[in-house]
């Protein structure tokens, strides 16, 4: 104990003597953390190849990222990720020089320069009503040499200058109920079309004269059926449309007044397959309509005949036409059939000749084709080549030439649901190790380098030779455990309802695994992914066994959706089985019990406030129903401004009489009053957070009991008013409460009131306390509060013989029935940034000092000493508490440029901060996602449990031989010397 | 002596005897040399060497408690080091501290052989080493009280606490926001 006591002491007073700062340096980026550039779901993309320099193609996605690839390598040559508020959409090229973006609901209008990205202009527009936003660039219209982009946004027609952004002319479309549908400006005139439903039946049509914006014709028709969707343009001056059941297509000619053409779907295919959906596409007289799964390519006559040219039931995709020489169009179809995707590219006139027909193999795990992007180029023998740029089901992008894949790019991997982590094997003689070292020599060669490096002997070439080993290091990217922890697998879900598992060592995708029970199908028409549990950590006596995670998904928006569960090998990325639920998932409850397989216990609550209990075995059922009367669960309705508390009673009784179903009751409610609070964040303990002690020693050896619970929530509300944007409130009217609720009792622990303050509340707990951060309108800042709750009935504890036989209570299991004697402390403090998200740093035993990590703002991950947020901070510190390690009182937090863990990188689009653990005490991993992904090794307090990477081992053995040597050396020495001395 | 011996075993042809005690002087011819006094050997034999003994055992019993003394001037020496040390954790302090500490129990582990030169049964060693024991655990609480100063002895209900482990609770209760 007395060892224990000093070596704590010797710790705490070597580390208050250490600068809090953790930075790294230039040589060392690179050798623990990756990061990974992404770009999401492509939503549009634009080829750029001129016939001389290199091929690109611009795209946009759907986290809002433009940017220009490399059509060669695929590389990243620019990107902006746009906010999330400001979504893209439309894009093209300009003058062969600019990228256009059409952004935030059509009133954003934005020029980038093609090869550098830089920002060259931007205009604001805007309109008199929402409405459809519609981005054209006429190649050969000019008003008085200037080029102009159209666009139709909020209920208006603009015309744009390509030089300055400048709005040339514009025109209002007001009428009450007109939504537009399409603008067409046909090539090579003067006029623009706008076509469009005004009150559901009634078809109108503007001409517009492109260069000043004069209204030439109006025209509107009635039509009796109504109409449903998109309209299609086929022809200049001819769309398609549906009528409002969806069963007869409407060809509707406006060259001369305007006509309708009906043509019931049931005359084109013989068996009906429901309402139809138009899939609009720019092709000249060619359309596609979809029934269910059925898709259906129809061509359209001169006459405005309609005729099924392709009636198919796999999936297909219809790209952009592509002008090919003398004014003919090109345009592709891609299928997938079984493990290939079949890519067709045909003339607009020409159905039945293939300009092109390939087949490609295609990973089964990428799902359909979702999207494709054709662009020419001409063979060396003169003929027309294509290159397909296609986007599959996981969001992945392609480039298909010559039907071969030429780079592909895992972009789904930029909209993560959730992450997991999963050991990786233990290394046995059958697992394959990367080897490490060839051979001694090599392995010498290296460390004689490395001390030379640390003699400052090297050369340059020394240097770079050094560094290039350092980050090669094959050690790091084993796919076995190692002794440290620091090799994990990453598991990750995508919004495309895929798995990936990237290996912590250098981020490699080490497989993938596309899940079926969250892909679109009959019964399931828009499937959710909603979390990722840990459902099998074998250890100890399963160890057999691989570890398996658990994926919840269900199957609409709507909260009585069915669910959907997945059970994944993390060592193969096999699915091990899926269930389709019956009953909706409302809250998912791992318990914390598992069964002989170390399978955790889950406990799914339904919409109708039924519990489910996974796995579905005896053994499980058995040790639940041994804990029954201990679990309760609670939902927050932040609706209504309610929390309640249930509890469970007993198998369910009624329709759904089912082995694993159990009713709940309800145990107690908090409502919030609705006009003054509303609820805005919720945040609760981890929940395999690891707590090393229960008593927190003060400066003069005082000891303070921490509340630590597994049961605690912390709830932040605003009052209704100031639940807006910051600053739409006085701070009069604006307030935000923090409660501390034990969720078994609903006993609500603490409550502190900030006036003048409001949200978005960003929180973050952990053991005993909870630091959050929100705006304060006084003081026109942002501000971090922390509370610490402390334990006030155990304070008694103090006769130091009873501690000593171990004659104390402070261990026993407690019940949350008992009445708890609370103090909290607390203290506020300013904070320069707006924060995105709070994380804190976890370690195996809970002993190491914890860091925040704040995403900020600009998309880094800033680490703050939890020490900065000690209520106990004082302006004149004793000289007890200085040694205790306790910072002076400052109004606001420091920022210290180098304890930004992603140091010079950004991670764009940042959404979550996950720790965990490594096996070292010291050492935390840290990975943080977005639209990039970044990861890195943290250690709060310095590594203090192990020599660094840098450690000079040939060094550490040369002095050991040398010593060795050097001792027997004068033993002999002096061995021979006594022998001389005896024989005098 | 080997060569001695050797003689001896090869036959001894004369001797001579330095160990004359005959007392009387008539006994010789020879007269005594002057300034020779017989008389003090003489003495009785029991007589001398009781003397002899009781300067000798006097000179231990003195120079036993000598030794005993010694750790006096240690501990005053340690008092002064320790002042010098201070109260905060540190290399020198706590050096200083263990060898308070190390100084005593080595020197009471080895109080026999300290005491060993000085054996003697007509020698009371009891009390030197009693306060040559208790100097030590003078010195020993010296010591003890330095490592209190310096707070490293568990004294403190902090320092049986520090790693106690949080307590179970019996419940459970999990939930939030409806998915």
């Known amino acids: ?984 | 002596m080997e060569k001695g011996k050797g003689i001896m075993g090869s036959g001894r042809r004369w001797a001579v005897h330095f160990s004359d005690n005959s007392t009387a002087p008539s006994s010789r011819d020879i007269p005594d040399p002057p300034g020779f006094a017989r008389a003090s050997v003489d003495q009785d034999d029991s007589t001398v060497s009781r003397q002899k003994k009781d300067a000798e055992s006097n000179w231990k019993s003195q120079k036993a408690w000598e030794v005993a003394q010694a750790p006096f001037k240690n501990l005053l020496m340690m008092g002064f080091m320790m002042w010098m040390a201070g109260n905060t954790v540190h290399l020198f302090s706590i050096g200083i501290t263990f060898s308070a500490l190390w100084q005593p129990i080595s020197a009471l582990q080895g109080v026999g052989k300290v005491f060993e030169p000085y054996k003697d049964n007509k020698v009371d060693l009891l009390g030197p080493k009693l306060l040559f024991i208790a100097l030590n655990l003078g010195g020993l609480a010296l010591g003890v009280w330095k490592l209190n100063t310096l707070g490293l002895l568990p004294t403190h209900a902090s320092d049986w606490v520090s790693s106690l482990p949080p307590a179970q609770e019996v419940e459970y209760s999990g939930g939030g926001i409806p998915l």
């Open chain 1, 1 to 984: 104990m007395a060892i224990r006591s000093f070596l704590i002491l010797f710790i705490l007073f070597f580390f208050s003597s250490l600068n809090p700062i953790l930075s790294l340096y230039e040589d060392q980026v690179g050798l623990v953390d990756w990061h990974q550039q992404y770009l999401g779901k492509v939503k549009q993309a634009v080829f750029h190849t001129h016939k001389t320099g290199r091929k690109r193609v611009v795209v946009s996605t759907e986290e809002n990222v433009v940017a220009l690839l490399d059509l060669r390598q695929g590389e990243i040559f620019w990107r902006h990720v746009l906010g999330s508020n400001d979504v893209i959409d439309g894009i093209d090229i300009a003058l062969g020089k600019y990228v256009i973006t059409l952004s935030s609901g059509g009133s954003i209008l934005r020029a980038w320069n093609l090869p550098d990205g830089q920002m060259v202009w931007e205009s604001s527009l805007r309109g008199p009503k929402h409405s459809k936003s519609l981005l054209l660039v006429p190649t050969n219209l000019k008003i008085e040499k200037d080029n102009i982009v159209i666009i139709f946004s909020n209920g208006r027609l603009n015309a744009v200058s390509c030089i300055d952004g400048e709005v040339l002319w514009e025109k209002d479309f007001e009428g009450e109920s007109l939504e537009v549908q399409q603008v067409i400006q046909p090539p090579g005139s003067n006029l623009i079309y706008v076509v469009g439903f005004a009150s559901s039946s009634l078809f109108e049509m503007y001409q517009i004269n492109a260069l000043n914006g004069e209204l030439l014709k109006h025209e509107s028709a009635a039509f009796s059926g109504g109409f449903l969707g998109e309209v299609s343009p086929v022809f200049s001056e001819t769309v398609v449309a549906l009528d409002s059941t969806g069963l007869i297509l409407l060809t509707v000619s406006f060259q001369n007044g305007i006509s309708f053409q009906q043509t019931p779907i049931s005359n084109l295919v013989k068996d009906s397959f429901g309402p139809a959906k138009i899939i609009p596409s720019s092709v000249t007289g060619i359309f596609a309509i979809k029934m269910n799964a059925v898709t259906i390519v129809i061509r359209v006559t001169d006459e405005n005949k309609l005729e099924v040219v392709e009636k198919t039931n796999h999936e297909t995709s219809i790209s952009d036409a592509l002008p090919v020489s003398e004014g003919q169009q090109a345009f592709a179809l891609v299928q997938r059939a079984g493990p290939e995707i079949h890519l067709r590219v045909k003339l607009a006139h020409n159905w039945d000749d293939n300009l092109l027909k390939e087949s490609v193999k295609m990973d089964q795990h990428r799902g359909l084709v979702h999207k494709i992007y054709i662009n020419n180029y001409i063979r060396t023998d003169k003929s027309y080549g294509f290159r397909a740029l296609i986007v599959m089901e996981d969001h992945s992008l392609l480039l298909l030439q010559q039907g071969e894949i030429v780079w592909s790019r895992e972009d789904g991997l930029a909209s993560i649901i959730d992450v997991t982590t999963s050991e990786l094997p233990v290394e046995r003689d059958g697992v394959s190790v990367a080897k490490v070292e060839h051979n001694l020599f090599e392995w010498l060669k290296g460390h004689m380098l490395k001390l030379k490096g640390t003699l400052m002997l090297a050369s340059p070439q020394d240097i770079a030779a050094i560094q290039s080993m350092r980050l090669k290091n094959s050690e790091k990217s084993k796919m076995t455990r190692d002794h440290n922890g620091f090799r994990k697998l990453l598991i990750v879900l995508t919004r495309a309802g895929k798995l990936f598992a990237l290996h912590t060592g250098d981020g490699h995708i080490v497989w993938s695994y596309l899940l079926q029970s969250l892909q679109k199908s009959k019964v399931c028409q828009h499937p959710i992914g909603l979390n990722l549990y840990k459902w099998q950590v074998p250890h100890h006596h399963a160890m057999d066994e691989n570890p398996s995670v658990l994926v919840i998904g269900k199957c609409g928006p709507s909260s009585d959706a069915p669910g959907a569960l997945s059970f994944v090998d993390t060592y193969t990325g096999k699915e091990l089985s899926s269930l389709s639920l019956v009953h909706s998932v409302a809250q998912v409850i791992p318990l914390p019990y598992t069964d002989s397989t170390e399978q955790r216990l889950h406990l799914l609550i339904d919409a109708d406030k039924h519990a489910h209990l996974y796995p579905k075995t005896p053994e499980a059922i058995s040790i639940f129903e041994r804990e029954l009367s201990n679990i309760y669960w609670y939902s927050v309705e932040d609706d209504n401004g309610i929390i309640k508390g249930h509890a469970l009673r007993g198998k369910c009784t009624g329709e759904v009489a089912d082995e694993v179903c159990f009713d709940t009751r309800e145990l107690w409610s908090i409502v919030f009053p609705s006009e003054s609070e509303k609820i805005i964040a919720t945040v609760t303990r981890k929940l395999n957070e690891v707590v090393h002690t229960q008593a927190k020693v003060i400066a003069d050896q005082e000891v303070m009991y921490k509340y630590i619970s597994r049961n605690l929530l912390f709830v932040a509300t605003v009052a209704l008013k100031g639940s807006g944007e910051i600053g739409s409130v006085t701070p009069e009217e604006s307030w935000l409460v923090a409660y501390l609720i034990d969720t078994v009792t609903g006993r609500i622990l603490h409550r502190v009131t900030h006036h003048g303050s409001q949200g978005p509340v960003h929180a973050v707990f952990s053991e005993n306390w909870v630091v959050y951060h929100y705006f304060n309108l006084k003081a026109h800042r942002y501000e971090m509060s922390v509370i610490e709750i402390y334990d006030q009935s155990r304070a008694d504890n103090k006769d130091v013989w009873k501690l000593v036989l171990g004659k104390h209570n402070l261990t026993s299991p407690i019940s949350l029935y008992s009445r708890p004697d609370v103090i909290t402390k607390s203290q506020s403090y300013f904070f320069t940034h707006s924060v995105k998200t709070i994380a804190v740093t976890s370690t195996t035993k809970g002993i190491t000092s914890k860091q925040l990590l704040i995403g900020t703002i600009g998309d880094q991950v800033l680490a703050l000493d939890k020490r900065f947020l000690d209520p106990r901070r004082t302006v004149n510190p004793t000289q007890a508490e200085k040694e205790e390690g306790i910072i002076p009182l400052t109004d606001s937090l420091p920022i210290i440029p180098q304890s930004y863990v992603t140091h010079a990188l950004r991670v764009e689009g940042l959404r979550g901060i996950i720790t965990v653990p490594a096996k070292l005490e010291s050492t935390t991993l840290v990975f943080a996602h977005g639209v990039d992904l970044f990861f890195t090794q943290l250690a709060p307090s310095r590594t203090y449990d192990s020599l660094t990477d840098d450690f000079n081992y040939a060094l550490l053995l040369i002095t050991i031989v040398a010593l060795v040597a050097a001792i027997s050396l004068t033993w002999t020495l002096s061995e021979r010397k006594e022998l001389q001395e005896n024989w005098r």
